[in-house]
């Protein structure tokens, strides 16, 4: 069952997204989801690195320019983020703001949280959990030139 948790992400997302820990993040997925110019949904894999609250309102999303994903966004600026852990199943609901701005071959976007929705199971799957989130390897290193750019890129306050 789904219970809504507001329009802000609840504090420990906030730290999740934060980036404080980001080593330790690093390995692990979120799936987002946009929606393609038929109305369908439009799935693509993120990792922690390239997502990073700004506050308990804004998420800021490094993606490729040229992606998919990137035109759905600007077309019609629908996202789900869908935080998949062992310890918690939430999907964060929100839409891209219209100045995007890009970075070399990335794209910049700035998601407002619109609706933060907690799954956990119903009556009937009592004792029944996620075991564990979607995982990738290997870690890329925090020094390779294209996590600095990703990072710059999600740290800029404004467009260069």
Not at 147 to 159: D, G, I, S, Y
Request: hydrophobic share 45%.
């Amino acid at each position: 069952m789904t219970r809504s948790l507001g329009p802000e992400l609840p504090p420990d997302l906030v730290s999740r997204l934060s980036q404080s820990d980001l080593p330790a993040a690093l390995g692990r997925a979120v799936p987002l989801v946009t929606v393609d110019a038929a109305g369908r949904p439009h799935p693509m894999l993120c990792s922690y690195l390239e997502l990073l609250a700004a506050d308990p309102a804004i998420i800021r999303l490094v993606i490729g320019k040229d992606s998919r994903s990137a035109r759905n966004l600007d077309e019609r600026g629908a996202a789900t983020l869908l935080v998949i852990d062992a310890e918690r199943t939430v999907y964060v609901k929100g839409r891209a703001g219209r100045r995007r701005f890009t970075v070399g071959a990335l794209a910049r976007f700035d998601l407002a949280v619109e609706e933060v929705l907690e799954d956990s199971p119903a009556e009937w799957e009592t004792g029944i959990r996620i075991t564990g989130g979607i995982g990738y390897a290997p870690v890329p290193p925090l020094d390779a030139p294209w996590v600095q750019a990703t990072l710059a890129a999600l740290r800029a306050e404004r467009a260069p």
